[in-house]
């Protein structure tokens, strides 16, 4: 009789240490799952801030190059002021927008008027309002076309409506679009039929220069920044 209890009392022991051993298993368990739950979680968050960020990647490169190119941190690799006093507005697009504080640090009296995704009929327009205001300047610099092709006439109507005493400097594109080649050559043919235009060649000087552009191969790094405001310094100097 003994020796039954005995064997009975084993039986329950043993069944208790497999017990305890299935449950301590099954709550492990229980722990390891909501980690895993977490993990999947933070990977399909991070997806999605990704795809956040990648809406507005563009315009997030273009506001950090801005903030990396304040007037009192340009690098001297940008072209010295010039001497002589010249009154200059400027009309742009996206680039120009880009550029403005390496512009505004050699030429401290420019008046930039410069808004993303302007077109050249939109330029001129803003131009026109400037005249109207006899807030002109002698020198008139222009750089657009990043946006789109524009009708020749409209450009060349203003120029001449500027009258000769009037100095315009034309900053031809690099755009890997289909309208680039045809924006560059009608601004090539307008400067080399008026003597008072000077044409700035951005498009062959930032060729095999992948440095001077951020991902869109359009908008400046700030070498691109750097590089396209000493090509426009440096072109408005020469002008005699």
């Known amino acids: 009789m003994k020796k039954a209890v005995g064997m009975v009392v084993v039986s329950v022991v043993a069944y208790l240490a ?16 909501p980690v ?3 993990v999947v979680s933070k990977k399909e968050e991070t997806i999605k801030e990704d795809a956040l960020k990648d809406t507005k990647k563009i315009e997030n490169e273009i506001k950090e190059q801005q903030q990396q190119v304040e007037a009192d941190k340009i690098e001297t690799a940008v072209a010295p002021p010039v001497q002589e006093t010249k009154k200059i507005t ?7 927008v880009g550029v403005t504080p390496y512009l505004k640090k050699s030429f401290p009296d420019i008046t930039i008027d410069a808004v993303i995704g302007r077109q050249m009929s939109q330029g001129l327009g803003s131009l026109e309002a ?24 409209q450009l060349v109507s203003m120029i001449q409506s500027l009258g000769a005493e009037c100095k315009v400097v034309l900053v031809n594109t690099k755009v890997p679009r289909p309208w680039e080649s ?29 440095e001077y552009f951020v991902s869109d191969g359009i908008h400046l790094s700030k070498t691109g920044m750097e590089a396209y405001t000493s090509l426009v310094v440096n072109g408005i100097n020469g002008i005699k």
């Open 182 to 210: 045809t924006v560059n050559q009608k601004l090539n043919e307008i400067a080399t039929t008026s003597p008072n235009v000077t044409l700035i060649d951005w498009y062959s000087a930032s060729a095999d220069h992948k």
């Open 36 to 38: 895993k739950e977490e």
């Open 90 to 96: 400027a009309i742009g697009d996206s680039i120009m």
């Open 18 to 33: 497999v017990y305890n051993v299935a449950s301590h298993g099954d709550a492990k368990k229980e722990k390891e799952q």
């Open 130 to 153: 400037f005249k109207t205001q006899g807030t002109l300047g002698n020198y008139i610099l222009i750089g657009l076309g990043t946006n789109g092709d524009f009708k020749k006439e």
